[in-house]
């Protein structure tokens, strides 16, 4: 069998799973992560490149240089840029979305109108590019209301106001400063679902779909899901709110019509599509879409796969994809984030992690996100989210007691993380 060499692109856990799932392919010889962390530098075939994420001319070159037979793009930034169209262009097969397709989630506003127009199950909402307009919607709509930034914000350009004031002080952050960039220069404001929340995942190639399995996120900083949003503090797979009538719910209201209305508009979307759901008392509506897998889910998702990842996304992107099967680890896989102190705002870089050796085991997983390797090869903190520790069991409660009992031999200063991952799902399966 010949072999080839992968590119995956990204810094992050997500692109840790990513790497250390496609080197295990038989029909792969070297995965290269650019610009990768401290875990991908320690993969087995995995090898890190010096390249940003979002330096495409670079990573065109360095891809053509290598012989690179396949690029899995992780993070947003550069399917927004284009990376996609752009590698496509020269040949080189890339799974992800175009550009134009990107739009679901580069912009806000775009994939709101997107849903008006395909019927979508989604928020009431408005987009907004002054003050006046947005708190006049708000009073129309009630508080507490959801304020986000249109463009790109890592997962954190969100806000949920809970007084007119605060509503005030956001808007007039996101409109007249500069607190997410060229991201809030328009911003979307929505009503408040309640409901349960869970990650719903597809590999998708033009009206071909395949259902990844479900995932919940946990997107609040702290304990019960309270303080400010963040990219993410632990994930597990499945999610028991998602069942089989529920997924096919998801599936009817939410993934079709997507898929159907993008070919409708001529933008065929080929990578993976991410519906994150809020599941209220009147079915499934579309909190956002992202246009890659998602972090921290990805990293308990993998944990669980037990196919191979390389024949799905090139079936994927040969629009074959309907002939591929899936298989998965009946466990339960449960991931845990270790976060710098500071995080989502403003952290220390560079503080030394210790006991990350002998961690490791078949059902327990150490995915780096922000790490680096210092002059004298000790992994150090670089980033807010730091690792993601995943523990496979036999049920969420024996998988959430394995991740914190191995969390509990890692020690970085300052560094933190909720103690309550799955518990929602831990009291859904509790005798009543």
């Given at each position: 069998?010949?072999?080839?060499?992968?590119?995956?692109?990204?810094?992050?856990?997500?692109?840790?799973?990513?790497?250390?799932?496609?080197?295990q392919?038989?029909?792969?010889?070297?995965?290269?992560?650019?610009?990768?962390?401290?875990?991908?530098?320690?993969?087995?075939?995995?090898?890190?490149?010096?390249?940003?994420?979002?330096?495409?001319?670079?990573?065109?070159?360095?891809?053509?240089?290598?012989?690179?037979?396949?690029?899995?793009?992780?993070?947003?930034?550069?399917?927004?840029?284009?990376?996609v169209?752009?590698?496509?262009?020269?040949?080189?097969?890339?799974?992800?979305?175009s550009?134009?397709?990107?739009?679901?989630?580069?912009?806000?506003?775009?994939?709101?109108?997107?849903?008006?127009?395909?019927?979508?199950?989604?928020?009431?909402?408005?987009t907004?590019?002054?003050?006046?307009?947005g708190?006049?919607?708000?009073?129309?709509?009630?508080?507490?209301?959801?304020?986000k930034?249109?463009?790109?914000?890592?997962?954190?350009?969100?806000?949920?106001?809970?007084?007119?004031?605060?509503?005030?002080?956001t808007?007039?952050?996101?409109?007249?400063?500069?607190?997410?960039?060229?991201?809030?220069?328009?911003?979307?404001?929505?009503?408040?679902?309640?409901?349960?929340?869970?990650s719903?995942?597809?590999?998708?190639s033009?009206?071909?779909v395949?259902?990844?399995?479900?995932?919940q996120?946990?997107?609040?900083?702290?304990?019960?899901?309270?303080?400010p949003?963040?990219?993410?503090?632990?994930?597990?797979?499945?999610?028991?709110?998602?069942?089989?009538?529920?997924?096919?719910?998801?599936?009817?209201?939410?993934?079709?019509?997507?898929?159907?209305?993008?070919?409708?508009?001529?933008?065929?979307?080929?990578?993976?599509?991410?519906?994150g759901?809020?599941?209220?008392?009147?079915?499934?509506?579309?909190?956002?879409?992202?246009?890659?897998?998602?972090?921290?889910?990805?990293?308990?998702?993998?944990?669980?796969?037990?196919?191979?990842?390389?024949?799905?996304?090139?079936?994927?992107?040969?629009?074959?994809?309907?002939?591929s099967?899936?298989?998965?680890?009946?466990?339960?896989?449960?991931?845990?984030?270790?976060?710098?102190?500071?995080?989502?705002?403003?952290?220390?870089?560079?503080?030394?992690?210790?006991g990350?050796?002998?961690?490791d085991?078949?059902?327990?997983?150490?995915?780096?996100?922000?790490?680096?390797?210092?002059?004298?090869?000790?992994?150090?903190?670089?980033?807010?989210?730091?690792?993601?520790?995943?523990?496979?069991?036999?049920?969420?409660?024996?998988?959430?007691?394995?991740?914190?009992?191995?969390?509990?031999?890692?020690?970085?200063a300052?560094?933190?993380?909720?103690?309550?991952?799955?518990?929602?799902?831990?009291?859904?399966?509790?005798?009543?």
């Open positions: 069998m010949t072999t080839m060499n992968v590119l995956v692109i990204g810094n992050g856990g997500r692109e840790h799973a990513l790497a250390w799932k496609l080197a392919s038989s029909k792969v010889s070297d995965v290269f992560v650019a610009p990768g962390n401290a875990g991908t530098a320690g993969e087995p075939k995995c090898t890190n490149v010096p390249i940003q994420a979002d330096d495409i001319p670079a990573l065109l070159a360095w891809a053509k240089d290598h012989a690179i037979g396949l690029t899995v793009v992780g993070p947003e930034a550069p399917l927004a840029l284009g990376i169209d752009r590698f496509q262009a020269e040949g080189l097969p890339c799974f992800g979305p550009a134009q397709a990107a739009q679901l989630e580069s912009s806000k506003a775009f994939a709101k109108a997107f849903m008006l127009r395909h019927g979508i199950p989604t928020a009431q909402s408005k907004v590019t002054d003050v006046a307009s708190l006049d919607f708000i009073d129309t709509l009630g508080l507490p209301a959801v304020i930034a249109d463009g790109l914000a890592a997962g954190k350009g969100v806000v949920i106001a809970q007084t007119r004031q605060e509503a005030q002080t808007l007039e952050q996101m409109l007249g400063g500069h607190a997410f960039g060229e991201a809030g220069h328009q911003v979307v404001i929505e009503e408040y679902l309640s409901g349960e929340e869970a719903f995942i597809v590999v998708a033009g009206d071909e395949l259902p990844l399995a479900t995932s996120d946990h997107k609040r900083r702290d304990n019960d899901d309270q303080g949003n963040t990219g993410g503090m632990g994930a597990y797979s499945p999610a028991p709110v998602v069942d089989d009538a529920l997924a096919d719910t998801i599936m009817a209201q939410v993934i079709r019509p997507t898929m159907a209305g993008l070919n409708a508009e001529g933008i065929p979307f080929c990578g993976f599509l991410y519906a759901i809020m599941i209220t008392e009147t079915g499934p509506r579309v909190l956002e879409f992202n246009v890659r897998f998602g972090d921290p889910e990805t990293q308990p998702i993998l944990m669980r796969l037990q196919s191979d990842l390389v024949p799905i996304l090139e079936s994927a992107l040969n629009g074959t994809l309907k002939d099967a899936i298989q998965w680890d009946p466990r339960v896989a449960l991931g845990v984030v270790l976060a710098a102190e500071g995080y989502p705002g403003a952290y220390e870089k560079g503080r030394p992690i210790l990350l050796d002998g961690v085991t078949d059902d327990i997983k150490v995915f780096h996100a922000g790490t680096a390797l210092d002059e004298h090869k000790q992994v150090v903190s670089a980033g807010g989210r730091v690792l993601c520790l995943v523990a496979l069991g036999k049920d969420t409660h024996s998988a959430q007691l394995k991740a914190y009992a191995a969390l509990g031999a890692i020690e970085m300052g560094g933190f993380y909720r103690t309550d991952i799955g518990q929602r799902a831990i009291n859904r399966q509790l005798p009543e």
